[in-house]
């Protein structure tokens, strides 16, 4: 059941017209790209999908597209986390339904649920279907609300379809805790960076990654995985200070400034749905020449 979601994933941005309305077709081309330039499974929509932007309608209906245009090639998860947990919950068997691999969840939103009020939470959510979970850790969305070892611990314990986490605190040190817990009790369980901090997080028993940079530079992201898991550390090192580069060029008006270096690349995606703003000619200009400088023009793919 886990062992499908390990290597570079990509969650892809979500594409729009120039209205902000749904860019299905521009979707199908960006998933197609993903799984020809290496993606090991699709999940989306994370946050530099716009998922809180988006209608519940409109998740469904996106969600729909990844199943179908990916078509069995490689994974596909959906992530369900809404405002309101029945909004979780109704994106989660809609999942099931359409025939997704599993789905991710982070906490709930906004609220400072206590450890009880967490563990329940996933408790239902994992109950209700039978497809594989993934939890979400992002304590730097969620007001420092975050899944701690021991409430790891009891997850696994209870909810046999509990697989994996996506681990974005961007602190070694509590991965190597989640990782201590629940490697000891599920040997096979999922282990994720939230981007692409392969480096600190492989050695601890990581697997992989959801790429951010991958939308840009999908043959990086991939050198930088194959060399952690081949211990070529000199290199590995090389490659994670090029990445690390490039997630502070796009975590600074995340997720527009993203969407800009995918235009430089010869692959437009649309504007960014307010309120987040959509990235200026001035910035798109700025992005191109970071991307020149690291070489990434010269070494990835351009256009579809």
């Not at 892809?12 to 749904?22: H, Y």
């Not at 077709?25 to 994370?46: K, Q």
């Not at 701690?148 to 509590?174: C, H, Q, T, W, Y």
Request: net charge neutral; proline share 7%.
């Amino acid at each position: 059941m886990v062992a499908q979601f390990k290597g570079v994933m990509q969650s892809p941005v979500t594409p729009l017209k120039a209205d902000f309305s749904p860019d299905l077709a521009t979707f199908e081309r960006l998933l197609d790209f993903h799984v020809r330039t290496g993606a090991t499974a699709i999940s989306w929509p994370h946050h530099k999908g716009e998922s809180l932007n988006l209608s519940i309608a409109e998740r469904k209906q996106f969600a729909e597209v990844a199943v179908k245009a990916v078509a069995g090639r490689i994974p596909v998860t959906v992530h369900v986390s809404a405002l309101a947990v029945e909004d979780s919950l109704e994106l989660a068997r809609h999942a099931e339904s359409i025939g997704a691999d599993g789905i991710l969840a982070i906490t709930p939103y906004v609220w400072n649920p206590g450890t009880e009020a967490i563990y329940d939470y996933f408790v239902r959510l994992c109950t209700s279907i039978s497809i594989p979970v993934l939890s979400y850790n992002s304590p730097s969305y969620l007001a420092g609300v975050e899944i701690s070892g021991d409430l790891m611990a009891r997850l696994i314990e209870r909810l046999p379809n509990f697989v994996g986490v996506k681990e974005a605190s961007f602190n070694s040190e509590k991965f190597a805790e989640i990782a201590r817990v629940a490697l000891s009790m599920r040997p096979d369980f999922a282990l994720v960076t939230g981007v692409e901090f392969l480096l600190p997080s492989m050695p601890l028993g990581g697997v992989g990654s959801y790429s951010a940079a991958g939308s840009i530079c999908p043959n990086l992201v991939t050198q930088l995985y194959e060399a952690c898991r081949a211990g070529n550390w000199p290199l590995a090192r090389e490659l994670q200070y090029k990445v690390t580069r490039l997630w502070h060029l796009f975590r600074d008006q995340y997720p527009s400034s993203l969407k800009g270096g995918m235009v430089m690349m010869g692959r437009p995606v649309g504007p960014t749905r307010a309120p987040l703003p959509t990235a200026t000619r001035a910035r798109e200009d700025y992005i191109r020449e970071q991307l020149g400088l690291l070489g990434i023009l010269d070494t990835e793919p351009h256009g579809w």
